[in-house]
């Protein structure tokens, strides 16, 4: 790692010195700074370097000094032209542009961005162009992401496969209930486009069998820009959303923020049923949860010269909330005749605090052909549950049983996380572009759970259900990722090394489970352009997945004496391979042909001990999981008012594994897919109508066989406050259709649960925004994703 760095560094003193920088300023007649001048450097009539002026400045790089001629362009001012005698030392210019005689008639040009766009490696849905996954949360616009599913414990996947969430090219070190709990605090207006990366390439991390970046909004103008925006929102219960983002842009500096709130108030409806051989459970369960969320950022860049940028950004979230349940069980035997009834209450109170502190060093070289990149993050993260369950038992007649259970359970997880990395990024003399990086990173965990015995205002603590979990991992990294055109190819390759070591230690039990490995990870992108109409593509990527922290606490979580949950200290990674085959035609429509392989895939088991009645979840790893598919993708408009989008899969998926004292070996083939369509009421006004509907097909996990569902949602807007204001209205899953069943049907475990979250809602926002409309042309690349507008 040493090494890498040293070579770094001496490659970028290298390319200094070897060149001769020429910079300078492009002025109005008044003084001011001119944005976007095409700069130009002739000699013999031949372009030897050019550059756009970023607030004002410009840089560019020589081979050698000598006699020039200079040219600068931009529309509303006369071209100036000028000799230049470029000296063997630093030369540095002023170049004054006068504005033409003949003004152009004013014209402004809109650029609709699609719904969705496809790239080499990626396919973006942009947020802000869809009506029904603005005005919410997050969470809410990532669960509306075409190809994204998400399970009964908010798991997130991307065309069936577990995915790493980012945060503007940062992990997110959270997954299910924590993830799910932190994007709701961020309004979805804040969130401008979701990436997915189906074979993520050497540049993220390699975990994770897919990759999905969600991009917040960055203001694009000069001077100092607000905009303001509230939802409220209506189902069962009522909700509602506040934020303003802002944005301050002069001259070196540049500030930035948002602040966000959201209120949330829905249920989620639990229904089980288990045949224990000689007696029938069904249980019915609706739990209502409220929540109040706030989520901020504050950011300042600073252009130590016109080449460096040095930046700090803080963001946070603030979270409370709490639930309550009240769950029925019904006790039969065979013939449906009452044994008995269980009447359980739930209650649990919850925090969450995060944050993080990210420090950010960027320096352009030879013309921006080459940069560096570093970042070093820091981020404190602690959650807290206190929670109480009440159990009572009654015969067929009425009578309480004396089995009484009154649990406490207070649970805290507090989680420090650091990071470092540096990229340097150039482009060599034949076109190719270089990318190659380093990363450390340091996790540390401590998860306390407690556990109490409750008689009325008297707590008796039982130390043997009690658990004290630490947990250590410690990655590093190195990366090389090369890309170029050769002809009609389009060639972009990667490898990536991570050397990892993680030390789970349960202090109660005693218990210590240590792992580490290190392991190569190759990536692969070709695309072949036979000519405008046809192109092909091909990709590979090797990736591994990582146990999330809470599948590793071992702690025994109660929801009443006969329901348990406990994690899996000893869970393994799973090691991903996948590959795709890809046709575009005209650019519009793509098939892809994919397989995925995953070997020693873990994942939540639940197991029923049908003497003793208890059922219980837990974490295991399995064996072969493996899908392989055909998806289709296509835009089409019918009208000029009219847009339509269509995305296909159609999959086999199959699961072996030993299992218990037997084996399994499914099959399935299955279908999924998504119609979005748009269409332009009135052009002028900025009204336009949206329906979007979504359908997944019976899908297997393990010994899980889950049934369809599907959801259809609907929405309006239109401009208001001569164009400075986005009115909306839109209504989520409109016939209530988007829930989860699932069935367990093997050897003597025979279950099977209804989950739903409530999703069927109605919304209304305002968006407002203030300030001036003048773009700016500076762009940054980050550590973590090249090209990525921050802080613009």
């Excluded at 639990?270 to 504050?298: C, E, K, P, Q």
């Excluded at 199959?654 to 332009?680: I, N, V």
């Excluded at 899953?733 to 025979?750: C, E, G, P, R």
Aim: hydrophobic share 35%.
């Amino acid at each position: 790692m040493k090494n890498t760095i040293l070579f770094i560094l001496m490659l970028v003193s290298g390319i200094t010195q070897a060149q001769i920088l020429l910079k300078g300023k492009v002025k109005d007649a008044e003084g001011h700074l001119l944005d976007a001048v095409t700069v130009t450097l002739l000699k013999d009539h031949k372009q030897v370097a050019s550059a756009f002026s970023d607030l004002g400045n410009f840089s560019m790089s020589l081979p050698d000094p000598g006699s020039y001629t200079l040219t600068a362009t931009l529309t509303g001012y006369q071209p100036v032209e000028m000799a230049v005698q470029v000296p063997e030392e630093q030369l540095v210019l002023v170049i004054t542009m006068k504005k033409s005689e003949h003004v152009l008639q004013e014209v402004t040009i809109t650029q609709r961005k699609p719904l969705i766009e496809r790239k080499i490696d990626r396919v973006s849905f942009n947020v802000e162009n869809s009506i029904t996954a603005s005005g919410g949360s997050a969470w809410e616009a990532l669960t509306k992401t075409p190809g994204v599913q998400v399970g009964t414990d908010n798991s997130v996947t991307a065309n069936r496969k577990n995915v790493r969430i980012y945060l503007d090219g940062k992990p997110l070190q959270l997954s299910g209930d924590d993830l799910s709990h932190y994007l709701q605090g961020m309004p979805s207006d804040q969130v401008a486009q979701i990436e997915i990366f189906s074979n993520p390439p050497a540049r993220f991390d390699a975990e994770g069998a897919s990759v999905i970046n969600i991009l917040t909004k960055k203001s694009k103008k000069q001077g100092f820009n607000l905009s303001l925006n509230s939802g409220l929102t209506q189902g069962t219960y009522t909700g509602y959303t506040g934020n303003a983002t802002f944005n301050y842009r002069k001259n070196r500096w540049n500030v930035y923020g948002s602040y966000g709130f959201i209120h949330r108030h829905n249920f989620q409806d639990h229904n089980i049923f288990i045949n224990y051989g000689n007696s029938l459970w069904s249980g019915m369960n609706r739990t209502a949860v409220d929540s109040d969320n706030h989520a901020y950022r504050l950011g300042i860049d600073y252009q130590v010269a016109d080449n460096q940028v040095l930046g700090f950004l803080i963001t946070g979230n603030n979270r409370k909330g709490g639930s309550e349940g009240h769950p029925v069980t019904r006790i039969t035997d065979q013939a449906m005749k009452l044994d008995s009834i269980l009447n359980t209450d739930n209650y649990a109170s919850t925090f969450g605090n995060q944050y993080t502190y990210n420090l950010n060093y960027n320096l352009k070289l030879d013309s921006a052909k080459s940069s560096l990149n570093i970042d070093v993050d820091y981020s404190p993260y602690r959650t807290g549950i206190k929670s109480f369950a009440d159990n009572a038992s009654f015969l067929p007649d009425g009578t309480r049983t004396a089995n009484a259970f009154h649990i406490y359970t207070p649970s805290s997880q507090q989680i420090g996380i650091f990071s470092g990395k540096a990229d340097y990024h150039f482009k060599t003399g034949k076109g190719m572009d270089v990318s190659s990086g380093i990363r450390y990173s340091s996790t540390q965990s401590t998860n306390i759970f407690d556990y109490f015995n409750r008689d009325g205002s008297v707590f008796t603590a039982v130390e043997a259900n009690n658990n004290h979990f630490k947990y250590r991992e410690h990655t590093a990294a190195v990366y090389t990722s090369v890309s170029g055109t050769l002809g009609k190819w389009i060639l972009q390759g990667g490898l990536r090394g991570e050397l990892t070591r993680t030390n789970g230690y349960s202090i109660t039990l005693n218990q210590m489970n240590k792992r580490n490995y290190f392991k190569l990870f190759p990536t692969l992108f070709v695309q072949y352009k036979l000519n405008d109409d046809h192109e092909f593509q091909l990709n590979y990527a090797y990736r591994i997945e990582r146990p999330e922290y809470s599948r590793l606490n071992p702690a025994k979580r109660f929801s009443s004496p006969y329901s348990v949950y406990v994690g899996n200290p000893a869970l393994q990674p799973a090691f991903v391979h996948n590959v795709e085959l890809g046709y575009t035609y005209k650019q519009k429509y793509n098939v892809t042909a994919y397989y995925t392989l995953t070997h020693d895939v873990f994942t939540n088991i639940n197991v029923q001990d049908n003497q003793t009645k208890i059922y219980y979840g837990t974490q295991a790893n399995l064996g072969l999981s493996v899908i392989a598919g055909l998806r289709l993708s296509a835009p089409f408009q019918p009208a000029s008012w009219w847009d339509i989008n269509v995305l296909a899969d159609f999959y086999l998926q199959r699961e072996k594994s030993a299992y218990l004292s037997g084996s399994y070996d499914y099959h399935l083939p299955s279908f999924s897919g998504t119609l979005s369509q748009s269409f332009t009421i009135n052009k002028e006004k900025g009204l336009k109508a949206e329906i979007n509907g979504t359908y997944n097909g019976p899908g297997i996990q393990g010994i899980y066989r889950a049934r369809s569902n599907s959801q259809v949602d609907a929405g309006i807007r239109m401009n208001a406050f001569g164009g400075k204001g986005t009115l909306r209205l839109a209504v989520s899953d409109i016939f209530n259709t988007n829930n989860n069943f699932v069935k367990i049907n093997y050897q003597d475990q025979q279950s099977s649960f209804f989950h739903q979250v409530e999703s069927r809602f109605v919304t209304f926002s305002l968006l407002y925004r203030l300030g001036k409309n003048v773009a700016a042309s500076r762009t940054r690349t980050t550590a973590s994703e090249e090209e990525r507008k921050r802080a613009q």
